[in-house]
């Protein structure tokens, strides 16, 4: 079974700190993805990877960047953390181009 | 851009009755998806069908998709306290990115 493991279950920054969510999988996946999900707005898209060193941005990439050094990690960057950035972050990854996403169990994130 | 709706947005049934959940969508799809999120938690694959596939089973679930009227629905048969979750549909537009809706929650009283 493919795991997808976030770092952090929940985590609390200040506004302005640099934040760095990290995500690993294990089955040897293509591509990797990051979305944010929000009440009553579904999860929309922030960043993906389709191969290593490789970003594509997202519907919402503003505040955010990404680096994928290895095939298996792919991390997320808030580069100043702000209040509109408390939100639930799930990654998931898949082998390849419309195959069914894998997720992890996600990390709710408070930026006071 | 959010491509798929869930329709309704809740729902509440009694244990061993169907679910039934709708799903329109915009633009022209290779495949939709729907998947499972149980409060707290990822989101976990349901089933897959093909946008040239009409009906597709996996044990209690059934899922149609009408591309005609860009729409798709998941029946869930003979629901269970342990289907008490939250229910999404997303599109595959072949361009690597998964479009998500906003979700219908089910609630299953025992």
């Known amino acids: 079974d493919v795991k997808v493991t976030q770092s952090s279950r929940y985590l609390v920054k200040r506004t302005g700190e640099k934040v760095f969510l990290e995500c690993v999988q294990d089955?040897?996946?293509?591509?990797m993805f990051w979305y944010r999900q929000d009440p009553g707005l579904g999860l929309r898209l922030i960043y993906f990877?389709?191969?290593?060193?490789?970003?594509e941005k997202g519907d919402i990439p503003e505040g955010y960047s990404v680096s994928r050094e290895k095939k298996e990690r792919f991390s997320l960057i808030l580069e100043s953390a702000s209040t509109n950035q408390t939100s639930m972050y799930l990654c998931?990854?898949?082998?390849?181009?419309?195959?069914?996403?894998?997720f992890g169990n996600g990390t709710r994130l408070t930026v006071t | 851009s959010q491509q798929g709706e869930e329709d309704p947005q809740a729902l509440s049934i009694q244990e061993g009755e169907n679910a039934t959940m709708n799903c329109s969508y915009k633009?022209?799809?290779?495949?939709l998806q729907w998947y499972r999120q149980n409060s707290g938690r990822g989101l976990v694959h349901l089933i897959l069908?093909?946008?040239?596939?009409r009906e597709k089973h996996s044990g209690r679930l059934r899922v149609t998709l009408d591309t005609s009227k860009k729409s798709s629905s998941l029946l869930i048969t003979a629901s269970r306290a342990a289907d008490t979750a939250s229910y999404f549909c997303?599109?595959?537009?072949?361009?690597?990115?998964?479009?998500f809706g906003a979700g219908t929650t089910v609630t299953v009283r025992a």
């Open positions: 089955m040897d996946h293509e591509n």
């Open positions: 998931a990854s898949s082998s390849r181009e419309g195959q069914p996403l894998h």
């Open positions: 997303a599109t595959d537009a072949n361009d690597y990115k998964l479009s």
């Open positions: 069908i093909r946008s040239n596939e």
């Open positions: 633009t022209s799809i290779n495949n």
């Open positions: 990877s389709y191969d290593v060193k490789m970003k």
